[in-house]
């Protein structure tokens, strides 16, 4: 009998190598998500008592994005709400230069990548500076989905929204 691998049939990629083109979504998308939703990017706000639930919308009726409250891990660092396009094919968490900026203070753009509270004061998530096919968005993945024990991600066709609890 032969025995089983250890390793699963593929790798990773590294944060470095994961590739994913987003032609349609662009940092004007954001700004303009959060103006219409009034809830306007990197606008400096409070972690929620509640972290959930969390409404998001339709961008190009194809595309989740949602808002999240997001602060450096470091002590007393403020948050900011943080729109993420949602892409559970991802298995890392990405943001932005400006984002970047926002969260961890102006020059700070030469780091690879950082900790961030993401809608929970006390749950630490490893997040990494865009890659350049996509470097002014920012991306949810799948580490978050799981550091936040996320268990319901859905769509209200009545609002035509998006949520997540």
């Given at each position: 009998?032969?025995?089983?691998?250890?390793?699963?049939?593929?790798?990773l990629?590294?944060p470095?190598?994961?590739d994913?083109?987003?032609?349609?979504v662009?940092?004007q998308?954001?700004i303009?998500?959060?103006?219409n939703e009034?809830?306007p990017n990197?606008?400096?706000?409070?972690?929620?008592?509640?972290p959930f639930?969390?409404?998001?919308?339709?961008?190009?009726?194809?595309?989740?994005?949602v808002?999240?409250?997001?602060?450096s891990?470091?002590?007393?660092?403020?948050?900011?709400?943080?729109?993420?396009?949602l892409?559970?094919?991802s298995p890392?968490?990405?943001?932005?230069d400006e984002?970047?900026?926002k969260?961890?203070?102006?020059?700070n753009?030469?780091c690879?990548?950082g900790t961030l509270y993401?809608?929970?004061?006390?749950?630490?998530?490893?997040c990494?500076?865009?890659?350049e096919?996509?470097?002014?968005l920012?991306?949810?993945?799948?580490?978050v989905?799981?550091?936040?024990?996320?268990?319901n991600?859905?769509?209200?066709?009545?609002?035509?929204?998006?949520?997540?609890?």
């Amino acid at each position: 009998m032969d025995s089983l691998p250890l390793d699963p049939p593929f790798k990773l990629p590294t944060p470095e190598q994961y590739d994913v083109c987003i032609t349609d979504v662009k940092a004007q998308d954001l700004i303009e998500i959060g103006v219409n939703e009034n809830k306007p990017n990197l606008e400096p706000v409070d972690f929620p008592a509640q972290p959930f639930p969390i409404e998001g919308c339709f961008l190009h009726s194809n595309r989740f994005v949602v808002p999240l409250v997001c602060s450096s891990a470091r002590p007393s660092y403020p948050a900011f709400r943080v729109w993420f396009l949602l892409n559970t094919s991802s298995p890392y968490t990405f943001i932005s230069d400006e984002t970047v900026e926002k969260l961890f203070g102006d020059g700070n753009t030469f780091c690879r990548f950082g900790t961030l509270y993401i809608q929970k004061k006390n749950v630490k998530i490893l997040c990494y500076k865009s890659n350049e096919k996509f470097k002014e968005l920012n991306i949810l993945g799948s580490d978050v989905v799981e550091g936040l024990k996320m268990n319901n991600i859905g769509i209200d066709w009545n609002k035509k929204n998006c949520f997540i609890k």
